[in-house]
């Protein structure tokens, strides 16, 4: 049974930073694609960032130069480095994987909070 956990939200001031990690089990790490996507109150989920089997990475305009991925296949952890955080950042941030042959995530982790104010 693949299962994914997410830590290291909280409360954060405009232009701190947090890390985020997903830890996964049940599931052959290394062959499965890992997304960050959040989901802002009264707002669609969107796609944050990911990172494939091979490590190719890819963000949304919004994050770029900000917010790092990045994965420890041995740790079966994927990562979200955050740093000059943002008001508009806060959201609940979820971690999701999919095997790199089919479209769509099909696995979620349970998400955890991102708030950033003063």
């Known amino acids: 049974q693949v299962q994914l956990v997410e830590s290291g939200g909280g409360l954060v001031q405009p232009g701190g930073s947090l890390r985020l990690s997903c830890a996964a089990s049940?599931?052959?790490?290394?062959?499965?694609?890992s997304g960050w996507f959040r989901q802002a109150p009264g707002k669609q989920r969107e796609l944050v960032a990911t990172?494939?089997?091979?490590?190719?990475?890819n963000y949304v305009d919004s994050v770029k130069g900000r917010f790092t991925i990045s994965r420890d296949n041995a740790k079966n952890t994927v990562y979200l480095q955050m740093n000059s955080l943002k008001p508009e950042d806060t959201a609940v941030y979820y971690c999701?994987?999919?095997?790199?042959?089919?479209?769509?995530?099909?696995?979620w982790g349970q998400g955890t909070q991102v708030t950033v104010s003063s």
């Open positions: 049940g599931m052959i790490f290394s062959m499965y694609v």
């Open positions: 990172i494939t089997s091979g490590g190719t990475t």
């Open positions: 999701a994987a999919r095997r790199d042959i089919v479209p769509n995530y099909n696995h």
